[in-house]
């Protein structure tokens, strides 16, 4: 169930292994988070390894450090072994110090990246200017090798094509109404039809629609919108993001931006583009872009649009065994690209052999959280009171 990267990741390995595969998405494939993605093929999680580890423990957390570091790498490898036209550049993503607290906490990643065997170098406002294009704004940047920027949605539906390719059956608009267990098999009903499978894997993530039994995914549910302008001039394409990068900033307030292979440059930041607070988010993107790259400041929106991200309680992805020979992958809190790919590679895995030590992260039984809704209108009311006020043009 699902037709993100999670779900057509897992089809195309379940696939390659000669299982009898059929995906089910409710609307169009990567019509979910991973079509609005961001963009940035990231190494690990948002939480540095420290923290992972002292939340998950040694051992557990070392694995789940070690299997997203390598999380581009597989991303890249599939792109490559599988012909995707997705626009993937490899040369790195660069994570903006937007004030002096905040190269504090990129010297720390650093020192921590470094510990555990991340290839990541810090850069001086200097250097960071030269790479962006942005100057007199960036403190620093911890740049990462490991990571790259693709299309998302190119990507969702080249994986989901390979999956087909393979002999999976892929079916679009098909929403799951029932879930059940009869004997040994289960039974997804959609569009009056059952699928009877021996494994089953919910790979929904922020988009799982109308069921709550025999699983309730239970996050807290984030909006992130995006704009992307026309076509830059020639003369700017010569100087901003030259080499490439995807870059996000240390704010609390998150916002990114990168360039697509048209030339576009694409501005997101936290905040629902599509709820009461539409306009400010605009308002907000329009002032961003003409800050941080004043010869830009009169291209034109060509496109706008948000996408829900499920962030649990801890920022760490859950597998949920929530019956016999059956998962449920979520939360990746933003990091979908590498994460959705590992984690629905090795859920394939895991249910095609019956191992779950395949996993990423150890399957629990059950995952709940309180006051989801509180806590995502508390993030969308400081996304739209920080875009209200920031930033300044120049």
Not at 308 to 321: F, G, L, N, S
Request: aromatic share 8%.
């Amino acid at each position: 169930m699902g037709g993100g990267f999670t779900g057509n990741a897992a089809a195309l390995e379940a696939a390659r292994r000669g299982a009898t595969v059929c995906l089910l998405e409710a609307e169009i494939i990567g019509h979910g988070g991973s079509g609005r993605n961001v963009g940035l093929v990231n190494a690990g999680l948002w939480l540095p390894p420290e923290t992972v580890i002292a939340q998950m423990g040694e051992a557990a957390g070392r694995r789940l450090i070690d299997e997203l570091g390598q999380g581009p790498g597989r991303v890249f490898s599939i792109i490559e072994r599988e012909g995707i036209a997705c626009e993937p550049i490899r040369n790195g993503t660069l994570h903006l110090a937007h004030s002096p607290a905040g190269l504090k906490d990129l010297q720390e990643r650093h020192r921590q990246g470094n510990r555990y065997g991340a290839p990541l170098e810090l850069f001086d406002g200097f250097e960071t200017a030269r790479r962006t294009g942005v100057h007199d704004t960036f403190f620093g940047s911890l740049f990462d090798p490991r990571a790259g920027t693709i299309q998302p949605l190119a990507y969702c539906r080249g994986l989901a094509r390979a999956a087909a390719a393979n002999g999976a059956a892929i079916h679009d608009r098909s929403p799951v109404t029932s879930l059940t267990r009869q004997g040994d098999v289960w039974v997804a009903r959609a569009n009056g039809h059952e699928v009877k499978a021996r494994h089953l894997l919910v790979a929904t993530n922020a988009y799982q629609l109308g069921i709550e039994t025999p699983f309730k995914a239970e996050y807290t549910a984030v909006s992130y919108c995006q704009f992307a302008t026309e076509p830059m001039p020639e003369a700017a394409r010569q100087r901003i993001l030259t080499g490439g990068e995807g870059c996000w900033d240390t704010a609390e307030v998150m916002s990114s931006f990168r360039t697509d292979l048209a030339g576009r440059m694409i501005i997101g930041g936290i905040g629902n583009s599509d709820g009461p607070g539409a306009a400010i988010h605009k308002s907000w993107a329009r002032r961003k872009l003409s800050s941080l790259f004043p010869a830009l400041r009169k291209l034109k929106f060509e496109y706008g649009w948000r996408g829900r991200i499920a962030m649990p309680a801890d920022h760490i992805p859950k597998v949920v065994a929530f019956g016999p020979n059956a998962y449920a992958a979520f939360g990746y809190s933003g990091r979908g690209i590498s994460p959705g790919t590992v984690f629905g590679t090795q859920s394939a895995v895991a249910l095609l052999e019956g191992n779950p030590d395949a996993l990423p992260v150890a399957p629990i039984e059950r995952y709940s959280e309180r006051f989801t809704a509180l806590k995502a209108a508390y993030y969308e009311t400081g996304a739209a009171l920080t875009h209200l006020v920031s930033p300044a043009l120049r």
